[in-house]
T-cell receptor, first 117, second 109 residues
Framework: ETGVTQTPRHLVMGMTNKKSLKCEQHLGHNAMYWYKQSAKKPLELMFV???????ENNSVPSRFSPECPNSSHLFLHLHTLQPEDSALYLC????????????????FGEGSRLTVL | KQEVTQIPAALSVPEGENLVLNCSFTDSAIYNLQWFRQDPGKGLTSLLLIQSSQREQTSGRLNASLDKSSGRSTLYIAASQPGDSATYLC????????FGGGTRLMVKP
């Protein structure tokens, strides 16, 4: 496995379900990110984990809950989502020179396409 | 707040043409600028990263330039091919990474 891998690639869930998205990076990077991409909107940063510490959450609703157990794995736990949460969720990683400096080149996974019914 | 704009939003060209995609940003205090390619329903593939101290970067048929003082970057694609059809995004790294809305490119055989 190389690069950034995301599972599942496609997910359909009801509004009362609980599911999780998984991201794994094999690049030895120290920062990982969750982005949301909705139709006809620019990518929105959701969460940043730099050196395994959450440094940004950009006012994301609490129905999205990130978890970063180590520098190689990142999860996005989903609970009681709304239909407007349907989107492509992208994970990325980078090697940043220091805490608080998200300046490394970003590498993305293929994304998890989420549909909320 | 940084704002990143990409013009045009969509572009259709015949195969073989040289073309330029534009990216402009409002805050010139940046660390770097990155160009990505995204195929439909897929993730983003990094094409080029230009550090704030650099003027341009080249990779194969791609050349990206950066003019920090005027808040502009261009992505030049030489001898375009149908396989270049995709959405191209620029992202500007300041205190946070800000993406443009992308340019959807179609190269017709």
């Amino acid at each position: 496995e190389t690069g950034v891998t995301q599972t599942p690639r496609h997910l359909v869930m009801g509004m009362t379900n609980k599911k999780s998205l998984k991201c794994e990076q094999h690049l030895g990077h120290n920062a990982m990110y969750w982005y949301k991409q909705s139709a006809k909107k620019p990518l929105e940063l959701m969460f940043v984990y730099n050196f395994k510490e959450q440094t940004e959450n950009n006012s994301v609703p609490s129905r999205f809950s990130p978890e970063c157990p180590n520098s190689s794995h990142l999860f996005l736990h989903l609970h009681t989502l709304q239909p407007e949460d349907s989107a492509l969720y992208l994970c990325a990683s980078s090697q940043n020179p220091k805490r608080g400096a998200d300046t490394g080149e970003l590498f993305f996974g293929e994304g998890s396409r989420l549909t909320v019914l | 707040k940084q704002e990143v704009t990409q013009i045009p939003a969509a572009l259709s060209v015949p195969e073989g043409e040289n073309l330029v995609l534009n990216c402009s940003f409002t805050d010139s205090a940046i660390y770097n600028l990155q160009w990505f390619r995204q195929d439909p329903g897929k993730g983003l593939t990094s094409l080029l990263l230009i550090q704030s101290s650099q003027r341009e970067q080249t990779s194969g048929r791609l050349n990206a330039s950066l003019d920090k003082s005027s808040g502009r970057s261009t992505l030049y694609i030489a001898a375009s091919q149908p396989g270049d059809s995709a959405t191209y995004l620029c992202a500007v790294q300041g205190n946070m990474l800000t993406f443009g809305g992308g340019t959807r490119l179609m190269v017709k055989p």
